[in-house]
């Protein structure tokens, strides 16, 4: 079954640091574009991270930018979610899911990616908890 998972979730404390990684199961990773994502209870799954496939371009959310970074391991067949000084506003589960790009368009915001991009895989999430 064609299906990412997630790993690298924890308890980390405010100001802290964790990676999530985003591992292909049965499927290379490496021609799909990847997409971070995250949901607290009660809310919606919000995008905050994407990696393209095509040319490697990045984007990112407002309220991580500066602080998280995305990554790919081509030869591991994995992404990487390096979080940097974290908030309790980080708090929850995150999901990585992957789809193909079409790669005759070119975006400039993590909103067009995530719009043009039809994620058809996704993980069963890794929880942070970000608390003292």
């Known amino acids: 079954q064609k299906q990412p998972v997630e790993s690298g979730g924890g308890l980390v404390q405010p100001g802290g640091s964790l990676m999530l990684s985003c591992e292909a199961s049965?499927?290379?990773?490496?021609?799909?574009?990847v997409g971070w994502f995250r949901q607290v209870p009660g809310g919606e799954r919000v995008g905050i991270s994407y990696?393209?496939?095509?040319?490697?371009?990045?984007y990112y959310a407002d309220s991580v930018k500066g602080r998280f970074t995305i990554s790919r391991d081509n030869a591991k067949h994995t992404v990487s979610l390096q979080m940097n000084q974290v908030n309790p506003a980080d708090t929850a589960v995150y999901f990585c899911?992957?789809?193909?790009?079409?790669?005759?368009?070119?975006?400039?915001?993590?909103?067009?990616?995530?719009?043009?991009?039809?994620?058809?895989?996704w993980g069963q999430g890794t929880q942070v908890t970000v608390s003292s």
């Open positions: 049965g499927f290379p990773l490496d021609i799909y574009a």
């Open positions: 899911a992957s789809g193909l790009e079409d790669v005759r368009l070119r975006f400039h915001s993590l909103e067009e990616a995530l719009s043009y991009t039809h994620f058809d895989s």
């Open positions: 990696i393209s496939a095509t040319d490697g371009s990045r």
